[in-house]
């Protein structure tokens, strides 16, 4: 008898196995989000810097880049960046932001970044057991402040989730990653983290312009996103 191949209809159920024991809908949802743009996340001393590519706005030249959003707010300590289907970071993106009001108004104090980032892993995972719909097709990373410790998480389509000290998602991730590896140092500040992660997304030889890039730094002051004014300082 024939072993059985990717084609005996593995990939048209989310609740099936393939024999190499993977989950084909999640493996499309992978491939998903390695052709979104990169966003990187990165730990500092007592901050956390979320650096996003929306380069999409120089492939279509008609496009606002201010509507390009990667990365959002969650609470005052806590913020997202995304990559891959942009809807489906919005969906999660939205309910992140719904656990983390619900908490501050049952307990009457900030939500810890754990705790958003368990609930949204509860969400994807469902979608990879239950028939009848489809992965989240975005990798998502959720990072915050807080008592003075940085903290940054990364979440894939199968809901599965790491913590990092600094991690990039999307296209180019890979390449992206080992230059994090070989730069990254845990003590660097708000501005030594900026200019390390546009530095490792871009990957031309040209000058990017400050519509490319979607900043945003968490510190003891809260969540603040850089202005187009604040990050044509980094430009190199």
Partial sequence: ????????????????????????????????????????????????????????????KLVIPESIEKVFQIDLHIGAAISGMIADGRMLIDKAQNNA????????QPADVLLIVKGISAEMQALTQYGGA??????????????????????DPSGTFFQYKAIAIGG???????????????????????NLGMKTIKSDEGKS????????????????KLSKEEITKYIK
Avoid: W
Wanted: aromatic letters at 10%.
């Fill in 134 to 155: 489809r992965p989240f097709g975005v990798s998502i990373l959720f990072g915050g402040v807080k008592a003075g410790k940085s903290y940054i998480y990364m979440l």
């Fill in 209 to 224: 312009s400050p519509e490319r890039f979607e900043v945003a730094v968490i510190d003891k002051d809260g969540f603040h």
């Fill in 172 to 194: 180019n991730s890979e390449a992206i990653n080992k230059n994090l590896e070989k730069e990254y140092k845990q003590d660097m500040t708000s501005e030594d983290l900026i």
């Fill in 101 to 108: 009001q619900e908490y501050k108004m049952t307990y009457n």
């Fill in 1 to 60: 008898m024939e072993p059985p191949g990717d084609l005996m209809g593995y990939d048209r159920a989310i609740t099936l196995f393939n024999p190499d024991g993977r989950i084909l809908q999640v493996e499309y949802a992978k491939r998903t989000v390695s052709q979104g743009f990169a966003a990187v996340g990165l730990t500092g001393k007592d901050c956390v810097v979320f650096v996003a590519d929306r380069k999409a706005h120089e492939l279509e």
